[in-house]
């Protein structure tokens, strides 16, 4: 039996999941030498949202805002992004092999997982994510440092660097989470248009549904936009809008792609249909949610 950092065996070839933490050297390491699961490493997320939010700033005299300086504790568009978003990220990153994985065993593909796996070994997406993690500190470091003093987060060189870090983590794992569902799009689309049962196509919508949760957590920030904009332009500009359309479209496409060739084939009956299309309605308006209980708890 082959391990994330083992040898593989001819009469027992890597799982999908295996191949896929093994093409992402920190996934691979979070697993397979910490024993990391989805859950575990949410909870790190959090504890480290709660320290950086509240632990610091308590340190540092960062908590309560003053004139011309914001503190982390009226800092709420932050607190949501590393309370929430972050762990759910976090989570999401650690799961998605195995989800995946049980996608193609729901096929009853994982028997030959060397010629599924193949499309997840490519280390494209791996600089790709490296890259992205670079790019945000380049372009996010220099603001940092001519904002210097002026906020809890750039209250100095700890707390930037806690800034920097957290971005760097989340770009890599969306970027990766990004490029596994890119390749699982296309894979499964071809696979679940042919002979597909309806279990692989249950396993498949389940796991969209999953992906569609973590992609509208992420558009909470829209939720935060549609709040801010009014106090800092006056109105809803229109490319808000435009913003909010994107996010509509995107999420409906990437929820579809996958398995519209398996529902026009007839496999799922018209009312599985109309029950996946509430659950993803319910899901995508997640960030009308956030809107409507920020703005009762903000009072704005």
Not at 22 to 43: E, I, K, N, Y
Not at 230 to 235: E, L, N
């Amino acid at each position: 039996m082959s391990s994330v950092n083992g040898e593989r065996s001819p009469k027992n070839p890597e799982t999908t999941d295996r191949v896929i933490y093994r093409a992402d050297p920190l996934a691979q390491f979070l697993v397979a030498r910490l024993g990391m699961r989805a859950h575990t490493l949410a909870l790190a997320g959090l504890a480290w949202g709660v320290v950086y939010l509240f632990v610091l700033p308590a340190v540092f005299g960062g908590l309560h805002s003053r004139e011309g300086y914001l503190g982390s504790l009226q800092d709420w568009h932050t607190q949501l992004l590393l309370l929430l978003v972050f762990p759910a990220t976090c989570a999401f990153y650690v799961w998605q092999p195995r989800g995946i994985a049980g996608v193609y065993e729901a096929m009853c593909l994982q028997g030959r997982s060397a010629e599924v796996g193949n499309a997840y070994r490519s280390r494209v997406w791996l600089w790709i994510s490296l890259g992205a993690a670079a790019g945000i500190v380049l372009f996010d470091s220099p603001k940092m440092v001519a904002g210097y003093g002026s906020w809890w987060m750039v209250q100095n060189w700890l707390t930037i660097l806690g800034r920097e870090a957290s971005l760097a983590l989340s770009f890599y794992m969306m970027s990766m989470i990004a490029g596994r569902q890119f390749v699982a799009t296309f894979e499964w689309r071809r696979l679940l248009a042919g002979a597909s049962s309806p279990t692989a196509l249950t396993a498949a919508s389940g796991y969209q549904l999953r992906w569609a949760f973590l992609f509208a957590l992420l558009g909470l920030r829209l939720s935060i936009e549609a709040i801010e904009l009014p106090q800092r332009a006056g109105v809803i500009t229109p490319d808000y809008y435009l913003k909010v359309t994107a996010y509509l479209v995107i999420s409906v496409l990437c929820f579809y792609a996958p398995i519209w060739g398996a529902l026009r084939k007839g496999g799922s009956t018209p009312l599985d249909q109309v029950v996946l299309w509430l659950k993803l309605a319910g899901v995508v308006a997640l960030p009308l949610l956030g809107f409507v209980v920020l703005r009762l708890v903000l009072g704005t």
